[in-house]
């Protein structure tokens, strides 16, 4: 079973999880201040997104740019993944190709721990992917802890690129924050994903 066939009950299920609903993970964001590209991106590339509504589309041209803005706007080295094959436990359905990936490493030709985020883009119904997200965030912890670089938390998006909720995976933890994060004003935006990384 990939990641795209969990739902939030099966995966709570299979990996004997506890779900906490009523979390805020980012009550102090400190505002990152986009460059003229991201803005200039943006504003060219949000109307054609949200008229083309596919998740490619909303991908391609809005999540990936805010995505590499993170990487120019932080000093900390990043790399970052997009439909790559991350296949960490094929048995119990861990395998497939997250929608993007952020790894604290610059190794930019393959995918190396330690796994930090990931971000599954969605149409218009957010809630239908947090289980395939919080899969893909189970795998990232398995794949950290095999490679000696385990951290405390991996953390998780689900997106239509103009709304995102962002979840935590701690221990045996999945909270999934409370409020969806609106894509404006970006530099909220850019901030969370700046102390995330951090």
Do not use: H
């Amino acid at each position: 079973m990939p990641y795209n066939k969990f739902d939030l009950e099966t995966l709570a299920v299979e990996f004997s999880l506890e779900i906490s609903e009523d979390t805020s993970l980012f009550p102090n964001i400190q505002p990152v201040e986009p460059g003229d590209l991201l803005k200039a991106t943006l504003e060219e590339n949000i109307p054609l997104a949200t008229a083309i509504n596919t998740e490619k589309a909303r991908g391609e041209l809005i999540i990936f740019p805010i995505l590499l803005e993170v990487k120019r706007r932080i000093n900390i080295p990043i790399s970052i993944f997009s439909g790559k094959e991350f296949n960490v436990d094929i048995v119990r359905g861990l395998n497939g190709n997250p929608d993007f990936l952020i790894s604290r490493n610059r190794e930019q030709f393959f995918i190396t721990a330690p796994v930090i985020t990931l971000v599954e883009a969605k149409n218009q119904d957010i809630n239908s992917g947090l289980g395939q997200c919080g899969a893909e965030m189970v795998a990232a912890q398995i794949y950290n802890a095999k490679k000696n670089n385990a951290i405390d938390s991996v953390f998780g998006c689900v997106t239509t690129g103009v709304l995102w909720r962002f979840l935590r995976l701690e221990n045996q933890t999945l909270s999934i924050d409370k409020v969806e994060i609106s894509l404006e004003p970006v530099e909220r935006l850019l901030g969370l994903f700046s102390q995330i990384i951090k």
